[in-house]
């Protein structure tokens, strides 16, 4: 007897392309909009989105976080969970009172990101889930942008314009003039080192590269088929910062791999990103969806810990690589979720 012997998900990845240029051009026939053109309101009406914010002690940038989320200009349904994961300062009382938060959900010990995401989608209502970091301040018509644009097979990446953290003298951190800019992100403008093995692909460059993963790749388009751009490829461009995917299929494929957050950081949304794609997606860039992305006072001593861990969470993926695609894992999704809400606070209004 034969035994079936089902793709990896990495050889799974391998068989799909990336082309999207027929929806972004079909979205633009249909809306005379251009696809990296910012969104007016009424171009989102009759849409629905829930944005999900995990959040760990982030209450040095959340005021202005949520201000921008507030001052969002869009004609859909927007619904604004927030999951603190049990942060020892202020963040739960600043989410629990402003105004721009729907939902504010303190969990009863620190679960990690992972966790929080996925406790916030499960609450989720709308059929598209932007996930949004909580020290990142947003211009005001990326609302309007991802619900105009989404669908049930596309994945919509932001992108992120990192702000070192200086104080106000009200105390809240100080944004640079000027909206924020593309180009001042790593999947756009890249500059590697030379003679030291790249962290994901192990590969070494011999000579100086001025990297332009965004354009090089025809915004992403020629990553398909499981190709790289030196250490770059296509799920690691699903940046979970500022990222728009379809709840159905992040239910479908289990949401985040939370045993992530018990081995460090990152990686997680890459592999989310690799589940989705696997089941069918294409991941889209919006060039227009970039935000401040707002370091943290402490943040050399943070980025120490994180790279810490990385070698870590980045094994967990490769394993995860060989397995079968995850597919038809809601039962579990809602089971973990549920359990973390179990003695959770919610408040919602």
Same mark, same amino acid.
């Given at each position: ?63 202005? =976080? ?13 619904? =604004?969970?927030?999951?603190? $994961? ?68 596309? =994945? ?31 999947? =756009? ?108 006072? $402490? ?51």
């Amino acid at each position: 007897m034969e035994v079936a012997v089902m793709r990896s998900l990495a050889d799974t990845l391998k068989t799909l392309a990336n082309a999207h240029r027929y929806f972004t051009t079909g979205f633009t026939t249909r809306t005379s909009l251009g696809w990296h053109q910012p969104t007016p309101a009424c171009a989102a009406t009759g849409r629905a989105l829930s944005v999900v914010i995990p959040a760990r002690n982030t209450a040095y940038a959340l005021p202005s =976080v949520l201000d921008a989320l507030a001052a969002q200009q869009h004609a859909a349904d927007v619904e =604004v969970i927030l999951v603190d $994961d049990a942060s020892t300062d202020a963040t739960f009382d600043i989410a629990r009172r402003h105004p721009a938060v729907t939902t504010a959900v303190r969990l009863a010990e620190r679960r990690g990101s992972a966790a929080a995401r996925n406790t916030g989608a499960r609450l989720a209502q709308a059929p598209t889930v932007l996930f949004v970091d909580a020290d990142i301040v947003l211009p005001s018509h990326v609302f309007a942008d991802v619900a105009a644009r989404a669908a049930g097979d596309t =994945v919509l990446t932001g992108f992120r314009h990192n702000v070192t953290y200086q104080a106000l003298p009200c105390g809240g951190p100080l944004l640079p003039e000027g909206p924020p800019l593309l180009a001042a992100d790593h999947r =756009v403008t890249w500059t590697p080192p030379v003679g030291k093995a790249l962290p994901y692909s192990g590969i070494t460059l011999t000579e100086e590269l001025d990297g332009r993963p965004l354009d090089a790749t025809n915004d992403f388009q020629n990553l398909g088929y499981g190709r790289f751009y030196y250490d770059w490829d296509l799920p690691r461009m699903a940046v979970t910062a500022l990222l728009a995917v379809p709840r159905e299929q992040l239910v479908d494929v289990g949401g985040f791999d939370e045993e992530f957050g018990a081995r460090g950081w990152g990686m997680e949304d890459t592999h989310l990103g690799a589940a989705l794609i696997a089941t069918g997606c294409l991941v889209i860039p919006l060039r227009q969806a970039v935000g401040f992305h707002l370091d943290p006072p $402490d943040a050399a001593a943070q980025w120490q810990t994180k790279l810490a861990s990385w070698p870590a969470t980045l094994a967990h993926y490769r394993h995860l690589l060989s397995l079968p695609t995850p597919t038809g894992r809601d039962h579990a999704f809602a089971t973990a979720a549920d359990k973390h809400l179990t003695d959770a606070e919610v408040i919602t209004r």
